[in-house]
Antibody, heavy 123, light 108 residues
């Protein structure tokens, strides 16, 4: 059974960099069957797609965040990562990692999700 | 970006009733690349429907997805107590992937 688990600091200061890790178990990122995705959800609001990465390191980002986002992968640890620079209070949210079943260049539905990790941006 | 507009914002129904949720896209969603998710308080979203009408693994057959082009629907034939939740549609036909703002199905 595939499981995803987010981890990282729950509190980040304004203007600093938010860094999160998603650890995948029960599946191998390097299998190349899926893309690996980050989504966020501000408290009481809807879902925002941040971006995704393939095992090769190929990425797709939401243009609204592209200048501040980096998604990377470490296949040896079966983990992928999110970095969001120059954060402000509006970046406070629950951050989810998820598996995207889209093949090659196609996007797909998100069939497995982590439980989410809450991040607050405050000094 | 493809904007998804869900309606109604809130649906107040009783257990056993039928629920119909709508998701309208600002432009055509290619290849029926539309999914529906259920989210309960404090939990991650759960995939219900993909490809507009295919049920995900383990999803009861009271959940039915339909539609194409710009208009999509999620129907819950008979509401069970556990179905009162928030539902989101998502398009994945073009980047960036986008979600609707959600429909809350609440107990009347």
């Amino acid at each position: 059974q595939v499981q995803l688990q987010e981890s990282g600091p729950g509190l980040v200061k304004p203007s600093q960099t938010l860094s999160l890790t998603c650890t995948v178990s029960g599946d191998s990122i390097s299998s190349g069957d899926y893309h690996w995705t980050w989504i966020r959800q501000p408290a009481g609001k809807g879902l925002e797609w941040i971006g995704r990465i393939y095992t090769s390191g190929s990425t797709n980002y939401n243009p609204s965040l592209k200048s501040r986002v980096t998604i990377s992968v470490d296949t040896s640890k079966n983990q992928f990562f999110l970095e969001l620079t120059a954060v402000t209070a509006t970046d406070g949210a629950i951050y989810y990692c998820a598996r995207d079943v889209g093949l090659l260049l196609w996007f797909g539905e998100l069939d497995v999700w982590g439980q989410g990790t809450a991040v607050t941006v405050s000094s | 970006d493809i904007v998804l507009t869900q309606s109604p914002g809130t649906l107040s129904l009783s257990p056993g009733e039928r629920a119909t949720l709508a998701c309208r896209a600002s432009q055509s969603v290619s290849y029926s690349s539309l999914a529906w998710y259920q989210q309960k308080p404090g939990q991650a979203p759960r995939l219900l429907i993909y490809g507009a009408s295919s049920r995900a693994t383990g999803i009861p057959d009271r959940f039915t997805g339909s539609g194409s082009g710009t208009d999509f629907f999620l129907t819950i034939s008979r509401l069970e107590p556990e179905d009162f939740s928030v539902y989101y549609c998502q398009q994945y036909s073009s980047s960036p992937v986008t979600f609707g703002q959600g429909t809350k199905v609440e107990i009347k």
